[in-house]
Structures are given as C-alpha cells and as structure tokens.
C-alpha cells in the first residue's frame, strides 16, 4: 500500500526551462512534506519542506506547491539547469513520529 | 566534515555471515534513523532512536538490531544474512524543533549478499 506516490519515473527538460516534478499521497493524517534530490552513490540531500497550514513555500529557484484537497503536491524548479539532473524522492509524514514516508522518486534529466 | 557519515561504504558478503554498518553523526542531532533501499528505489525506515532509545520499529526481521551506544552514532548489526538483504542501506539524522522534521541522510551503504 503506497501511501505517496509519484507516478512519474522519468521526466526530462531543457536547460532554462520549467521542471515541475509531482507527487500524490493518500494519507489525510499527513502534515508535512519534504523533496529530497538524490545524485548516484549518495545519499539523499534535503531539497525544501512545507507544512500543511501553508500551499507554497520558496527557496531560490525551487517552489514547492501544497494542494490539500486533491492530497498532491508538485515540485517547481525554474530555470532548470543540467546539474539539477538527479533523482528527486516526495516524503511525508504525519506528526512527530520521525517516520518519512517516500515516494518511488522521479529521474529528472536536464539537457543543456 | 561530513555530517553524517557510514562505513562501510561496500560491504559484499556470504549468506549466512553476520556484519555490521556504522553510522555516526556530527550534528548535534538526538534521532537516527536507518532506512532500507531495495532493488525498487523504495526507501523505507526500518528503525528510529532518539536519545539513544528505541522510537520506531518497523516489521523488520529480528535478524537485524540497531544498537545506539550514544545519541551521535546508530549502528545495525545484520545476522544470519539472506539474499535478500541485499540493498543500500542510509543513516540519517534529525532534530526536532521549530515544526522542522528534515532528515539528514548519509552517502548509504550498498550491501550485496552472495
């Protein structure tokens, strides 16, 4: 039973465009969300959180967007550059168990 | 200074053999965690401690025990392996505060078991 999913394996995009990466969950007692990007034979590395009282937080060139409703959430990276290229895992939680629940992660390929 | 390091980083092994992976922390931080990722990419925690005690016990066979002999290291000692252990295996770390609950993973360790 996957309780986050991210139905997309793979997605590519030109250098300078839009990436916008998504991310389904099924779970109402999730309150938390979290992107992390993941590079070959590294660990994941945090990307951006947001919390459910909020629908968007921002960092720099990344926006991640909170739709309550439709329990989905998305990814936004512009402009989007080659070394973004990764694998970006969604991860939720629900209180202050500790425990993340992750998606089966997107490849993101950006082409210069 | 890497924040939250594992060795090793390969560990390639017989059925049947007992290892163990290290983890530790410079962080500061009081929860460690050890996921699993299998051959599907999934990443799924396995075990949480926090202060050095146990928080989260996933279904996860008592062949496997964490051991936190201080709240800045989370070791996991793999007995009687199985094929089917085979998988990178990630530390991370956490401190609660200020409604954050990022993780901080480390590089993982890729176990094979032949």
């Known amino acids: 039973d996957q309780q986050v999913k991210q139905n997309s394996p793979s997605l590519s995009v030109q250098e300078g465009r839009i990436s916008i990466l998504n991310c389904d969950y099924t779970?109402?007692?999730?309150?938390?969300f979290l992107w992390y990007k993941k590079y070959p034979a590294e660990g994941p590395t945090f990307l951006i959180s947001?919390?459910?009282?909020?629908d968007k937080n921002e960092d720099g060139r990344f926006t991640v967007f909170l739709n309550k409703s439709a329990k989905h959430l998305s990814l936004h990276i512009v402009p989007s550059q080659p070394g973004d290229s990764a694998v970006y895992f969604c991860?939720?939680?629900?209180?202050?168990?500790?425990?993340?629940?992750f998606g089966q992660g997107t490849t993101l390929q950006v082409k210069p | 200074d890497t924040a939250v390091s594992q060795t090793p980083k390969y560990l390639v092994t017989q059925m049947g053999n007992d290892k163990s992976i290290k983890c530790e922390q410079n962080?500061?931080?009081?929860?460690m965690y050890w996921y699993k990722q299998d051959s599907k990419k999934f990443l799924k925690i396995m075990f949480s401690?926090?202060?050095?005690?146990?928080?989260i016990n996933e279904t996860v066979p008592n062949r496997f025990s964490p051991k936190s002999p201080d709240k800045a290291h989370l070791n996991l000692h793999i007995n009687s392996l199985e094929l089917g252990d085979s998988a990178v295996y990630f530390c991370?770390?956490?401190?609660?505060?200020?409604?954050?609950?990022?993780?901080?993973f480390g590089p993982g360790t890729r176990l094979t078991v032949l």
């Open positions: 991370a770390s956490s401190q609660e505060g200020l409604g954050r609950r990022e993780q901080f």
């Open positions: 779970n109402s007692m999730f309150d938390y």
């Open positions: 947001i919390s459910s009282i909020k």
């Open positions: 991860a939720a939680s629900a209180g202050n168990t500790g425990k993340l629940i």
């Open positions: 962080l500061g931080h009081d929860t």
């Open positions: 401690y926090n202060n050095k005690e146990l928080i």
